[in-house]
């Protein structure tokens, strides 16, 4: 009998668990959302950012537009996307390896940084873009779909006494 009532209840926590894990998640931790339509840039399917294998740090953006970017010019690509985070975090954007290695481009501002509070702003509903400079002797074309930057995630725990490495009571950049 008391192995029968151990057995019920092992089934009964099993189907609690897989409820659990199986309920959509009301809180938002991080990832990635297409803006409002009021405030797309561009009149073609918007890709979320991937991650290239489940090992991968970041996440590529694509590009929306084929465009030919000329020696010493810049583009803006409009990603028609917004990213939402916890407090505490931000997403840093980065070139593509292979865009700066096999293109000579950079991002024109060379770190992005998108701020928590940038989601959803009044202005572009937190419209991610991706400025790319052209430093080479040689246009350069950027295919529509091309993958063009790298977004990564990262903590911040200023509260805590963490910056950027930073640890209070002797850590890195400490003056104890």
Do not use: C
Not at 36 to 57: H, I, Q
Not at 83 to 111: C, F, Q, T
């Amino acid at each position: 009998m008391n192995d029968k009532l151990k057995k019920e209840e092992k089934e009964e926590k099993d189907i609690k668990a897989k409820e659990i894990l199986d309920y959509p998640n009301p809180f938002k931790i991080r990832g990635f959302q297409v803006v409002n339509e009021n405030f797309m840039k561009n009149n073609v399917e918007t890709k979320l950012p991937t991650r290239g294998s489940e090992k991968s740090a970041g996440y590529d953006f694509y590009s929306k537009e084929s465009v030919i970017i000329l020696p010493g010019k810049s583009h803006l690509f409009w990603s028609d996307i917004k990213a939402y985070m916890l407090p505490g975090e931000v997403l840093e954007m980065y070139v593509r390896s292979s865009i700066g290695i096999k293109k000579d481009l950079i991002l024109k501002n060379l770190v992005g940084i998108i701020d928590q509070d940038y989601y959803e702003n009044l202005s572009n509903d937190g419209n991610i873009g991706i400025a790319l400079y052209n430093i080479g002797d040689k246009e350069q074309t950027i295919e529509n779909g091309e993958r063009i930057a790298q977004g990564i995630f990262k903590t911040f725990l200023e509260a805590d006494g963490i910056v950027s490495g930073e640890k209070r009571n002797g850590g890195i950049g400490s003056t104890n």
